[in-house]
């Protein structure tokens, strides 16, 4: 009897005992909870390729100049119209740092018509952008592991077609206008999609410098003395451009998720 008592006081003793040791082992490290590490997120450094829609809208103050004297002036001219956009490009993020910084070329094939009409003679005059690129230098923030808010900015040239059919010289020709070109936009990638795809929309503005679409020369002759006058268009375009683009970034490497805490 006394051995089945000291048998049962010595159990008793050991389950009271065990709860506490058991706390003392998980306490002390002995047990940890299970951590559920995160993955890094992808990194932002990569060549990238795109293609994607473009809406272009063409702002035009022209000038009809009478021997280098500007006779009258239309501020205002609109064209609109559809395009595609190509892109090429290569972009750095800074280890252990939201910054990305890159160099991007694009080409746009655009349809963006005008169209300026003579009452006085019948005329019209027909200005079409139909192409542009541009080289920018890009300055990007990495927001989330998945978006990007960026800047950029460069050299550009717009490619026009002007057409004034019923002149004596039925005139059609293709100046080339150059541009400083800014643009600003928002990039997302698409993990779910493919592990580099990445969609941004984007607003570009071009300015551009100052060109002669066409121009006319005759001579006139009073009191025996014969003059050389010139007859002008010039146009100072500028161009709105709004893009969406789906892309792909080939590159290896990820960010420390630390970086956006």
Not at 87 to 105: C, H, K, N, T, W
Not at 241 to 255: E, I, N, S
């Amino acid at each position: 009897m006394r051995t089945t008592l000291t048998a049962v006081s010595a159990l008793a003793l050991l389950a009271m005992a065990t709860p506490a040791s058991a706390a003392d082992v998980y306490s002390s490290g002995g047990l940890k909870d299970p951590v559920m590490a995160s993955a890094p997120a992808p990194s932002w450094t990569g060549l990238i390729l795109g293609v994607g829609a473009v809406g272009a809208y063409v702002n035009h103050d022209l000038e009809f100049q009478h021997d280098t004297v500007t006779q009258a002036e239309i501020n205002g001219l609109a064209g609109f119209g559809p395009g595609a956009d190509f892109l090429v490009g290569f972009r750095y993020q800074i280890p252990q740092s939201r910054l990305v910084f890159g160099i991007e070329a694009e080409y746009d094939i655009t349809n963006a018509p005008s169209t300026l009409s003579f009452p006085t003679n019948g005329w019209s005059a027909n200005i079409n952008l139909q192409g542009q690129w541009a080289i920018l230098g890009t300055a990007g923030l990495v927001i989330n592991p998945n978006t990007m808010a960026y800047v950029g900015g460069g050299y550009g040239e717009g490619f026009f077609h002007i057409s004034v059919p019923g002149t004596i010289q039925n005139l059609s020709t293709n100046p080339t206008v150059t541009e400083a070109v800014f643009k600003a936009g928002l990039e997302a990638k698409l993990p779910w999609v493919a592990q580099g795809a990445f969609i941004r929309g984007e607003y570009e503005f071009r300015a551009g410098n100052t060109v002669t679409l066409w121009s006319n020369s005759y001579t006139t002759t009073s009191n025996r003395v014969t003059t050389t006058h010139i007859d002008s268009l010039k146009d100072t375009p500028d161009t709105n451009v709004a893009k969406l683009v789906l892309g792909y970034q080939f590159g290896t490497g990820t960010t420390p998720l630390e970086v956006f805490k």
